[in-house]
């Protein structure tokens, strides 16, 4: 249940939201890494490769399935975070919160809207992220597409 304090907190600056986000893709990276491995135990090394002239090349059934659990995985993150807490672990390290207008944690359909418009929002230079700098409720491109805002927390 959402408080009247939890309501009331000011959207995050930018700097905490883009070193929430570094932070957080080092912890993606390192789980993909633990996935790749995942997926090419389950293929195993010899049908995951293919010899294409005088390279070896991950086979296309390979690529597919890792690409599909990169995303998963990375989604899965996201979104049990997102919709537990607020907070993935570089958002608790630089105090902000994803919530809904009310103070209510965000659900998966906007974890989801969130998860797809970030990558856009990076593109061109960040521009889906500085154009908090110029909209007058300072929200973001998935700020605005989920409905949602990240707010600065204190300690």
């Known amino acids: 249940m959402p408080n009247a304090e939890t309501i009331l907190l000011p959207t ?3 700097w905490r939201r883009l070193a929430a986000i ?3 893709s080092l912890l993606i990276f390192a789980i993909w890494i633990i996935v ?3 997926v090419l135990s389950a293929f195993g090394i010899n049908e995951a490769r293919t010899l294409e002239g005088d390279m070896v090349v991950l086979a296309p ?4 399935t ?3 659990a990169m995303l998963l995985s990375a989604y899965l993150f996201f979104g049990w975070f997102w919709t537990n807490s607020g907070q993935t672990l570089g958002m608790q390290a630089w105090l902000v919160k994803i919530q809904n207008e009310d103070g209510s944690a965000i659900n998966w359909t906007q974890t989801l809207q969130r998860f797809c418009s970030a990558p856009f929002a990076l593109t061109l230079a960040g521009l889906g992220y500085f154009w908090m700098l110029f909209d007058h409720q300072q929200r973001t491109w998935p700020d605005m597409l989920s ?3 990240v707010v ?4």
């Open 61 to 64: 059934l390979y690529q597919y």
């Open 147 to 149: 409905n949602s805002r």
């Open 36 to 38: 790749g491995f995942l």
């Open 12 to 14: 995050a600056p930018l």
């Open 22 to 24: 570094v932070y957080d």
């Open 152 to 155: 600065k927390v204190s300690l």
């Open 66 to 68: 890792l690409f599909a």
